[in-house]
């Protein structure tokens, strides 16, 4: 047995002492992710948000590892772009509904179908976005120690409120010495029309790290992917991992003086595999949608769109793990190994 596969087994294991007194609370807006008394992370699922979001979401010791800003002012965010970029996400900027005529347009030149992932709106405040409304949420039995699981229900509606798909979201929350996993399965229904996910780089599960985990800052953070070069403090767009498929990109530095970081993982068994909408301001996205419209440079050449037949079901399982210490301290390797059990 491998050493990487002897520690992530280890990982995953040894709880930490707050591991097992993790806990979900389902509130009037969203859910509460608890380690013994301290909240460390929130699912928010109210019918005003665009689509459902996790934040806050802090690393062991309570340091926030996303960007506050839109969903409150802090002194710490000092960037106020891409209102959509909500902490922590999933969602697709082209879904294709097909034989529904879609009456109100995405605002995105190209789009096809409707556009999940701004909250584009016109002049006199029409929005140009669809929505995903979360219709239920419950907390779920599970046998492992020091994990919790949150199964939510949603529908994907057009910016008219016509339902085009139907998903299943649920949501595992483990503690563990060097982090915080949570696990996204998302398991995408079309009961209503085929559904054909379009050709955009905008996709699909997104994280929005802390302002001073961005490359863009002399002091700022490294981004890491699992395979290839590093993105080093003070790189600019484009970075070298842009477009690129991997198993997990990696955002570390420091925050308030605090050595933390925020990977996201994508499956490897997953239908297709994602290539990274990462840039330096603090995007860091999976996409396993995007082909050679996108500009990816692992795409080119590639056109074939992922199809969902009406009545079927197609399911995609992330990861976002908030840790300390760095890609290496922080044990970001070994987490996606036991991502993957």
Known sequence: MSRRLLAALALLA?????????SAVATADGVEFRSGSE???KYHTAPTVAKPFLWPVAAPGGTPVTRAWPIQTSAADATTDHIHQKSVWFCHGDVIPEGLAIKTPSAVKGDKGVDFWSEAKDKDGKKR??????????VAETNAPGTVTVVTLNVWLTADGEKILDEKRTITFRETPQGRLFTFTCELVANDYPIVFGDTKEGSFGVRVHDELRTVAKDGGTVTPSDGAP????TKDNLPLWGKVAGWNDYSGTVGGKAVGLAVFAHPSNPTKSAWHTRAY??????PFAREHSGFPSQKGKTDLVRLEKGKSLTYQFGAYAHTGDVTSGKVAEAYEAFKK
């Open 14 to 22: 040894a709880p930490s002492a707050a591991s097992a007194q993790v």
């Open 39 to 41: 909240v460390v992370a």
């Open 129 to 138: 976005h669809g929505t995903i409304r979360c219709t239920k949420v419950a």
């Open 231 to 234: 993105a080093k403090a003070g």
């Open 282 to 287: 603090g995007l860091m996205a999976a996409n």
